[in-house]
T-cell receptor, first 113, second 116 residues
Framework: AQSVTQPDIHITVSEGASLELRCNYS??????LFWYVQSPGQGLQLLLK??????LVQGIKGFEAEFKRSQSSFNLRKPSVHWSDAAEYFC???????????FGTGTRLKVLA | EAGVVQSPRYKIIEKKQPVAFWCNPI?????LYWYLQNLGQGPELLIR????????DSQLPKDRFSAERLKGVDSTLKIQPAELGDSAVYLC??????????????FGPGTRLTVL
């Protein structure tokens, strides 16, 4: 069965520091991959997605993610975190041939001033 | 372009009371989704509509939950009667296409339900 694992429930970084959020998936083929961000009291906003092609994907707000098939990973990165990046981040897998998304349990990011 | 609109944003009710949530998707989006998000969890799909047809309601607890999308645009999700365990955020999302293939989903702000 398909699944998504976000190993880090909470991450704290200082403003200006770099960030990497981990996402591992279990899936029998090349998946569609997504990262969403959810600010407090808000819905999910799409940061970036990978369907095919270049495995390094650029998104909004200065985020990028890299698809690594050998590691079944799609980690999210940002070179310099801003206080406004504090939020919860969800990785999701889209199951090919269906419309279904499978979400991870999320990583809550705290940014220290 | 307006995003997905949901109302109310917050709702507090007593158990056994009915409650309804409303969603208006992005204009032109044929597919509409209702998700349940429990605290500390990712969203889980309750029901998916293609136009006015519910094409997947397998995860919807039909003894107390119902949904409709009569004209293929906005949608209502109802719980009757509500239970304590229904306290959660109810998210609506929409995507442009149909055909059952993966599409980028756009989410609304959600309705946070508290059942006392």
């Amino acid at each position: 069965a398909q699944s998504v694992t976000q190993p880090d429930i909470h991450i704290t970084v200082s403003e200006g520091a770099s960030l990497e959020l981990r996402c591992n998936y279990s899936y029998g083929a090349t998946p569609y991959l997504f990262w969403y961000v959810q600010s407090p009291g808000q819905g999910l906003q799409l940061l970036l997605k990978y369907f095919s092609g270049d495995t390094l994907v650029q998104g909004i707000k200065g985020f990028e993610a890299e698809f690594k098939r050998s590691q079944s990973s799609f980690n999210l990165r940002k070179p310099s975190v801003h206080w406004s990046d504090a939020a919860e981040y969800f990785c999701a897998v889209g199951v090919r041939g269906t419309y279904k998304y499978i979400f991870g349990t999320g990583t809550r990011l705290k940014v220290l001033a | 372009e307006a995003g997905v609109v949901q109302s109310p944003r917050y709702k507090i009710i007593e158990k056994k009371q009915p409650v309804a949530f409303w969603c208006n998707p992005i204009s032109g989006h044929n597919t509409l989704y209702w998700y349940l998000q429990n605290l500390g969890q990712g969203p889980e799909l309750l029901i998916r509509y293609e136009n006015e047809e519910a094409v997947d309601d397998s995860q919807l607890p039909k003894d107390r939950f119902s949904a409709e999308r009569l004209k293929g645009v906005d949608s209502t999700l109802k719980i009757q009667p509500a239970e304590l365990g229904d306290s959660a955020v109810y998210l609506c999302a929409s995507s442009p296409g149909t055909s059952g293939r993966i599409d980028t989903q756009y989410f609304g702000p959600g309705t946070r339900l508290t059942v006392l």
